[in-house]
């Protein structure tokens, strides 16, 4: 079965700090693996995405994840946090085995909280 | 290009009713997936359809059902209503194409927020 841990359910950086939100997955077959943001009163949408292309992948907003199957991680960075980042951020790895269905197994979810 | 539009938005209903959600995906997407998010259990998968087939099922009881009309839009339906039931109830649609494992971009709706009373 496939699962997701995101380590720190709150984080909160300094603006121009470093943004880092760790997930970890566990998963049965090569994953794919997906962090998804989501403000208030929204839904979610795609930061990025890994599909077994390159390990280091790059997302919208200056979002970056690194995957990284010896640790079984896929962290996600920003080099310099902005006001505009403060949600929350869910780790996701996809969840069936059945040709080309859809379901996502998600983590908990991380807020994360940018102060002036 | 349109996004997945959920209705109604915000909605209250008492124990032991029922209640139906709507979702129109994006013009093109072929598969429709639901999930219910609440504070404690977080985002979790409801189901998932495909041409009006349900292709995937998440772990909830029975009172919770959906379907897929010819022009891809869904419905998802909840009877007799408890009170666990109050969540944001998001839906996603994607290009989804048989024959390979999901790899592709889900769109989520901004969602239903359910209160039951």
């Known amino acids: 079965a496939q699962s997701v841990t995101q380590l720190g359910s709150h984080v909160s950086v300094s603006e121009g700090a470093l943004v880092l939100l760790r997930c970890n997955y566990s998963?049965?077959?090569?994953?794919?693996l997906f962090w998804y943001v989501q403000y208030p009163n929204q839904g979610l949408q795609l930061l990025l995405k890994y599909t077994s292309a390159a390990t280091l992948v790059k997302g919208i907003n200056g979002f970056e994840a690194e995957f990284k199957k010896s640790e079984t991680s896929f962290h996600l960075t920003k080099p310099s946090a902005h006001m505009s980042d403060a949600a929350e951020y869910f780790c996701?790895?996809?969840?069936?085995?059945?040709?080309?269905?859809?379901?996502?197994?998600f983590g908990q979810g991380t807020r994360l909280t940018i102060n002036p | 290009k349109a996004g997945v539009t959920q209705t109604p938005r915000y909605l209250i209903k008492t124990r032991g009713q029922q209640v139906t959600l709507s979702c129109s995906p994006i013009?093109?997407?072929?598969?429709v997936s639901w999930y219910q998010q609440t504070p404690g259990q977080g985002l979790q998968f409801l189901f998932e359809?495909?041409?009006?087939?349900?292709?995937n099922k998440g772990n909830f009881p029975g009172r919770f059902s959906g379907r897929q009309f010819s022009n891809s839009r869904s419905e998802m339906n909840v009877s007799t209503l408890e009170l666990g039931d109050s969540a944001l109830y998001l839906c996603?649609?994607?290009?989804?194409?048989?024959?390979?494992?999901?790899?592709?971009?889900?769109?989520f709706g901004e969602g239903s927020r359910l209160t039951v009373l």
């Open positions: 998963s049965s077959v090569p994953p794919y």
């Open positions: 996701a790895v996809s969840g069936s085995l059945i040709q080309g269905a859809q379901k996502l197994v």
């Open positions: 013009s093109g997407h072929r598969s």
């Open positions: 359809y495909f041409s009006e087939t349900q292709r």
């Open positions: 996603a649609s994607s290009l989804a194409k048989t024959g390979s494992r999901v790899g592709g971009e889900l769109f």
